[in-house]
């Protein structure tokens, strides 16, 4: 096993002056992925309960979008762990033996809590909808129509009662689930900051902030994300019915794009919780200056100038200062309003990328560096996985699920 990692290691590190023989960067994008991917799903659940808890009705159909989207985003949430293990079958053996003697095995109880609850909740939602269909599609003759109300069937779970007291039932019962959720999906994602701050090892990842700093940015990537896949969506769905039309098929009907207005109110609690995480991290950075601990020689080194570039310039500059002037200055328009998520999605995959690749950087004998080059080309498995192939697999992965779940639950359904 221990060649095993140390092969693993030495495909993508580059060592500097005096380093270990046994140290290397072991772990590379894919776990960069992995609190990326956790905290997608987090902020995805915050959005959505800002219309069924909070009262926001203005966010109604950005907020049911982005709860069907968490869901898709949920199974990839340990798919990079997965693709990171020797032996990736191991790693269910986490939800079959839960507890909480450790970060790790504690996920299996938070993680599963979780999924009901999302289940749950898209399920209220979306139980209305389901029993029309089924009897919508009752008198079909298409083989297919008969396959698709035999899945609403078993999507309603035998509860076929419209009556306006269900229905009151409904809507109580998915607030109660929101706001349940609401901790639990920062408690998904705090857990994942938990593990990092809790290394005493590790002079960049041991602060107390950590598990905070994790929480605030998946806020901020998971509300960016649905908002910037909403509007392509949506602006793509306006492009398609425009062009059809405009070669003369009159029986398309007209969709509208995206509405401005939610998109606006969406980015003002957007630039709240963006604010939160950049003093969170800030302050940190400040705090670690100021004590000046015995490890601080060696972290100057690295944030000031080993990755000085990934640090203040791509994470500060362009994934946090210009997005969120880009923002702020007014008259923002949805072609500015998205380029500036896409903006934010790369300063906290950039975050991600300064916590677990930079708290690689840096040799035990603080005497040497390390650095980490990425895999592009897979000339064996090892390297697909730990790659930019295996990143961009664990990407895509969520999109695919989405558009299959939205064919049975219509989340781009405006009300």
Known sequence: MNEQLITHGADWTIKHLFVYPNEFIYWGLTIVMYPYMTGLVAGAFVLSSLYHVFGQDDLKDLAKFALVFSLALLPVAM?????????????????FTPHFTSAIAAFGIVFSTYAMIVLS??????????????????????????????????????????SDEAIAKDKKAVTILAAIGIPVACFLHGYAGFIFGSVKANALWMSPLMPVIFIMSAIVSGIALCMLTYIIIMEWKKFST???????????????????????????????????????????????????????????????????????????????????????IPGAKIKRTAIALA????????????????GQAFSLSFAGFMDYDVPFIPHHLELYKEGILGALTVAATPFCLFYIINKFVPSLKRS
Do not use: C
């Open 79 to 95: 798919m990079p762990l997965m693709l990171h293990l020797q032996q990736p079958f191991r790693g269910i053996h986490v939800m």
């Open 242 to 328: 425009t062009l059809a039309r405009g070669r003369g098929d009159d029986s398309v009907k007209i969709i509208a794009g995206v509405e401005l207005d939610v998109i606006k109110k969406a980015t003002r609690y957007l630039i709240g919780f963006l604010i939160a995480a950049i003093t969170l991290e800030l302050l940190d950075l400040i705090f670690r200056g100021y004590t000046a601990m015995k490890s601080w020689d060696i972290l100057r080194e690295v944030m000031y100038k080993e990755d000085f570039f990934k640090i203040f310039i791509l994470q500060y500059g362009f994934g946090n200062l210009l997005p969120f002037l880009m923002l702020m």
């Open 121 to 162: 909740e898209i399920w209220f939602v979306y139980r209305k909808y389901f029993v029309e269909q089924v009897h919508a599609l009752k008198d079909s003759d298409s083989r297919v129509l008969r396959m698709k109300r035999l899945v609403y069937v078993v999507l309603s779970l035998g509860a076929f009662d419209l």
């Open 343 to 358: 903006l934010i999605l790369f300063g906290v995959f950039m975050m991600r990328w300064n916590v677990v690749i930079g």
